[in-house]
């Protein structure tokens, strides 16, 4: 494959995604704690892009087995190309958070004190916080042949210390380590009393580094640094050995804290040697080590973010709007009937599908409801009004994916108490994450004869059923009691219940069976449009584009001559603009106060638009590794109203977009002069929230 032509390399784009991220942080026009909460975002996902992403790369080359698409020697050239990058974006990440935002936050009230601007005050409340809170729990190991390296937890906060003089038995130990507390908060708020301001705070390691001598009495402390390892949290189940994979995952959870450590993040000042002795602990090499100036996990800072109540500082809050046609409707079930409703979150409320799924546990005419589950989070009305109805006699079908990653302990759980409660409950396909989102409610209703009969109501969506990423992701949910659709929603879960074939759908898409091929067809029929002289359109967006097959298609129909726009926020390999290639390919990307997640697809077809809706990104783990759904939006008044809000703002965006070149950089987009700045996230806000919310 020509040069210009290769895919762009996964890892690589991630990486550039968390860069567009953190432009995000550096933004001046932005409120102060949501600059530190993008800080805090870059810093979470690369812990997740090291424990997923890379620990894979090194675990491959560790088999010599090559990634896909790479040698053996390009996979190493790769990890090389990743750790400058990431030591670039973090150089970049501490330079925003300790010249910008801190100071900028201490000029606003609200102050991270480091341990050196102590006032005397406050260095004798952190003396008594340490002494009654935090010393108690503290184990120092002192290294010697008794007392070797202890294990370390993944992510964990552990200090190094380098000692003088002898220890109790009269023995040179001059390495210890100390471990900090996990139930202890990271961020302390300094009481108002101490420190005379509302909003001053402290950082656990501040108060455990001015004390750290106390825990060595008759030692002299050399030099300590602050030191986080990063390990494999993938998890893997062997499809032959497992029986019931609920109880191997209950197994298998513990050990992620201790798989094959990836990454080493250290202090700053961190001396040479003890950074080496570190890392020979944890069988890594200096292309692991990453440096710090600043604390070793940024991502902590956000529990800061919480304890602060100034809205001056925060994005200005908005209650989510209604659709026309849920307003003056106090019967849920009776709107759906008369037409179909489309949800647009956050914009609009998720209310009615919490609603949606009350009504179906309160109602005694409501006989069965199904529905899948991704991530729901720890607390969730929705699941509670699961059990409920199942403790009410209702048939409760629930498919749990236990393998949404970093979600599996909170699934399990909910899992068990469904069980108890009566439901049924499935784990989806083994070796296939069951990602669709789905619900489904059958209801005995009398027709105008006065004979009973079941009628089923279905939601269908681009996102997680949980309240609250609702309210920080954009996408779009249908509401619908369409026979068709409702009949395949139904077939859906009767195909990952018995395992059986699913049946021929007559509305919906179903990876990893149909999706994919339908997706090329209808990407080829604009290329066959193009060829025969008619209009060819292709708009899509999504959160990544990967798959092999899907871009070669999108090539050849840029070839004929399709105009294809693609709105993608994370990862994409194709590359746009290429001559003779890719000349009619453009991809943009939108980053803004929420995280665009929705994926919308759109088929000019010569005039007769198709419009689809998904769970499923344009990735070969989404096509062919998952249960994955697409339907279409017949209703044409919604149909357009997907394209008006999904599609076309954030092609006009010149305010939180960026654009991809051939060779894999991202350029913002600036507006020209005297040209009216486009915000995407903020006109559908304005135009969506609820209208007494205007401000």
């Known amino acids: 494959m020509a040069p210009d032509a290769a895919p762009l390399n996964r890892e690589l784009s991630l990486l550039a995604f968390n860069r567009r991220v953190l432009a995000l942080a550096e933004d001046p026009r932005l409120p102060l704690l949501e600059r530190l909460r993008y800080l805090c975002i870059v810093a979470s996902n690369l812990d997740e892009f090291f424990e997923i992403r890379i620990a894979g790369v090194k675990e491959q080359l560790r088999a010599k087995i090559a990634p896909p698409g790479l040698t053996l020697n390009e996979a190493r050239v790769l990890l090389a190309q990743v750790g400058d990058q990431t030591r670039a974006l973090l150089a970049d990440q501490y330079r925003v958070l300790n010249d910008d935002v801190l100071p900028a936050l201490a000029k606003a009230g609200v102050r991270l004190v480091r341990r050196t601007e102590f006032t005397p005050a406050e260095r004798a409340w952190a003396a008594r916080y340490f002494r009654h809170e935090v010393r108690p729990l503290l184990t120092p190991i002192g290294l010697d042949p008794a007392h070797p390296f202890p294990q370390v937890v993944n992510k964990s906060l552990n200090f190094v210390i380098e000692l003088t003089g002898k220890d109790a038995f009269g023995r040179e130990t001059g390495i210890a380590i100390v471990k900090a507390p996990r139930v202890l908060p990271r961020i302390i708020k300094v009481p108002s009393e101490v420190c005379g301001e509302d909003n001053a705070f402290v ?244 027709d105008r004869q006065g004979r009973n009969h079941l009628v089923p109501y279905a939601h269908l969506g681009t996102g997680n059923y949980h309240p609250r990423t609702t309210r920080l992701y954009t996408d779009f949910g249908l509401l619908t009691a369409d026979s068709a659709i409702c009949a395949d929603v139904n077939e859906v879960f009767l195909h990952i219940t018995s395992l059986a074939r699913a049946g021929r759908m007559k509305r919906l898409l179903l990876a990893p069976f149909t999706m994919h091929r339908r997706v090329v067809e209808m990407i080829r029929r604009e290329t066959r449009h193009a060829r025969e002289g008619r209009p060819g359109r292709i708009v899509a967006k999504m959160n990544a584009l ?150």
């Open 546 to 695: 990967m798959e092999e097959g899907v871009i070669r298609a999108l090539y050849q129909a840029s070839q004929a001559g399709v105009e294809i726009d693609l709105i993608v926020r994370g990862a994409c390999a194709l590359r746009p603009g290429v001559k003779g290639l890719s000349d009619n390919i453009r991809v943009r990307s939108i980053l803004g106060r929420f995280l665009e997640h929705h994926r919308v697809w759109y088929f000019g077809n010569a005039g007769q638009a198709d419009v689809w809706l998904s769970s499923a990104d344009w990735m070969g783990r989404n096509l062919f590794r998952r249960i994955e759904v697409a339907f279409p939006v017949r209703d044409p008044e919604l149909r357009k109203r997907v394209v008006e809000e999904g599609l076309k703002p954030h092609l006009a965006d010149n305010r939180n977009a960026w654009l991809l070149a051939a060779d894999g950089g991202w350029t913002k987009v600036k507006p020209r002069r005297r040209t009216l700045v486009r915000d995407a996230q903020a006109e559908l806000l304005q135009q969506l929230r609820e209208p007494d919310d205007a401000e």
């Open 203 to 446: 950082m656990l390691s501040s108060v455990i580094h001015d004390h750290l001598h106390e825990l060595f009495p008759g030692r002299g402390v050399v030099t300590y640094a602050q030191f986080r390892v990063t390990r494999d949290a993938d998890l893997w189940i062997d499809e032959e050995e497992v029986k019931n994979l609920r109880q191997a995952l209950q197994g298998e959870l513990p050990q992620r804290q201790f798989g094959s450590a990836v990454r080493l993040e250290v202090a700053a000042a961190c001396p040479a040697p003890v950074a080496q002795f570190l890392l020979q602990q944890f069988d890594l090499t200096e292309a692991d080590l990453y440096r710090c100036e600043g604390p070793v996990n940024v991502a902590r800072l956000s529990s800061l973010i919480d304890q602060i109540d100034l809205d001056a500082l925060k994005f200005p809050a908005f209650v989510p709007g209604l659709p026309d046609r849920l307003r003056d409707q106090p019967d849920i079930l009776a709107a759906i009937r008369q037409n179909d409703i489309l949800l647009h979150h956050p914009y609009q409320s998720f209310e009615p599908v919490v609603d949606f799924i009350r009504r179906a546990a309160d109602d005694p005419d409501v006989v069965a409801i199904k529905q899948t589950v991704y991530r729901t989070g720890v607390n969730s009305v929705l699941m509670e009004a699961l059990i409920q109805a199942a403790l009410r006699g209702k048939e409760v079908t629930v498919v749990v994916e236990l393998m949404a990653r970093f979600d599996e302990e909170a699934n399990i759980n909910w899992a068990e108490r469904l069980e108890r409660a009566g439901a049924q409950v499935v784990y989806g396909v083994f070796g296939l994450k069951t990602h669709a989102k789905l619900a489904l409610l059958i209801r005995r209703e009398r």
